[in-house]
């Protein structure tokens, strides 16, 4: 990626040859707005990002005035080419009659060159952006459509059946920001309006499937699922047996998982809970939490690098160190 990320720089070249060569042979302005169509759809297809998605956000003044401003910007950055081409020109005296098509197919090679080399939308998926303001505004997209996906997933009822929860979970979390949805919804489920039981129920079940777990591609889904059941006794008996089986058969993935501290505190707040379960099956439930995160702090333990003895070295010439 990082290699593209370079031709890409080479290939972009293309596009402001174009308009400096047409200044240069001496060509009209008559070419400015074909040059900046050509800079807007090179813009559209490597910054997705900074343009309106959807016919409903075209409809919006904002998306208007932004898209004003990008096209104002490339139109000076066109003049300021011919400008510099010009003048260029003028001080070398050169005098080349040229076709007009071939600046501007110059400028336009660089779309599909530039679109070859790089997919915004494939890198942004692997973490890799062209620069700051690419990375702030896919943040932004990002973060609007976590909040937009999980609407029709926070309006189920709390008597929707598992099967319910489980497709909505589906859809709504089919993305490659999948994380950043889990947390948009571990945000919404701390504000105290409505209970979300089944909600709550289907997502400990989802963040708990080994399907999700295994592939590491959810990486704090455990840690998110223990923070949604809370110090609920009913989802903590769902998610502790089905912990302890992850944590034992996918031990590279303990970090994922709460840590100690946060599965001791839960197992001590057993006691303010306020339940209605048996004595008994309360205190199976914190026995359970502890030997969970005794079994996180293991794996954890056993997957960080261990420090090389160090050697043992002749205190003396012809004195070795004994070894016990």
Request: charged residues 15%.
């Amino acid at each position: 990626m990082l290699t593209r990320m370079r031709l890409l720089k080479g290939a972009t070249a293309l596009l402001y040859i174009g308009p400096l060569f047409a200044g240069l042979c001496g060509l009209g302005v008559g070419l400015v707005a074909p040059f900046v169509a050509i800079f807007i759809v090179w813009l559209m297809v490597l910054r997705p990002e900074q343009w309106p998605v959807t016919p409903d956000e075209w409809l919006t003044g904002q998306a208007w005035l932004a898209a004003l401003t990008q096209v104002l910007s490339q139109l000076l950055l066109v003049l300021v080419l011919f400008g510099i081409g010009r003048g260029l020109g003028g001080i070398s005296g050169f005098d080349f009659a040229i076709n007009p098509i071939v600046p501007l197919t110059i400028s336009f090679l660089a779309i599909p060159t530039c679109r070859m080399l790089w997919d915004a939308r494939e890198a942004a998926d692997q973490g890799y952006f062209l620069d700051e303001e690419a990375e702030e505004a896919h943040a932004l997209l990002a973060t609007a459509d976590a909040g937009q996906a999980i609407v029709p997933v926070l309006n189920l009822p709390d008597n929707a059946t598992d099967v319910q929860v489980a497709d909505a979970l589906a859809k709504g979390l089919d993305s490659p920001n999948v994380e950043l949805r889990l947390r948009a919804l571990d945000a919404a489920l701390t504000k105290p309006d409505r209970s979300h039981a089944a909600l709550r129920r289907g997502l400990v079940l989802w963040a708990s499937e080994p399907e999700v777990v295994a592939p590491g591609h959810v990486p704090n889904a455990m840690s998110l699922a223990h923070s949604i059941a809370g110090n609920n006794p009913d989802l903590l008996r769902l998610y502790v047996p089905r912990a302890l089986a992850l944590i034992s058969a996918f031990p590279e993935r303990a970090a994922g998982f709460p840590t100690l501290e946060q599965l001791r505190a839960s197992a001590a707040s057993l006691a303010t809970s306020g339940s209605d379960l048996p004595r008994h099956l309360m205190e199976d439930l914190r026995e359970g939490l502890l030997a969970l995160a005794q079994a996180v702090d293991a794996a954890r333990a056993k997957a960080e690098p261990q420090p090389e003895a160090a050697p043992i070295h002749d205190v003396a010439p012809g004195i070795a160190v004994s070894r016990a």
